[in-house]
């Protein structure tokens, strides 16, 4: 990336819904594992989607650290281009 080009994420609007849907992940992360486990549960059970969810929960716990999530930026939702 040159000097004053934007990253692609930054090049196209982001719809306001998706911020609002990230802003409140974050809000329930913010509220601990033991509510997310609730809501992917919840989620899991409402559309017979649990084994599913364990799977990708696993996949993430296996390949992912936080010290690798957060010196790529991984850790956060990138800032949002409103317009």
Known sequence: MSAGTAPAALDRPV???????NRAVAELCRLGPRAVAAALAEIGARHLLRTEIELTVQRYVERLSPEALEAAG?????RASLW
């Open 15 to 21: 719809e306001l819904a998706e911020i609002r849907f």
């Open 74 to 78: 991984g850790n956060r939702f990138p």
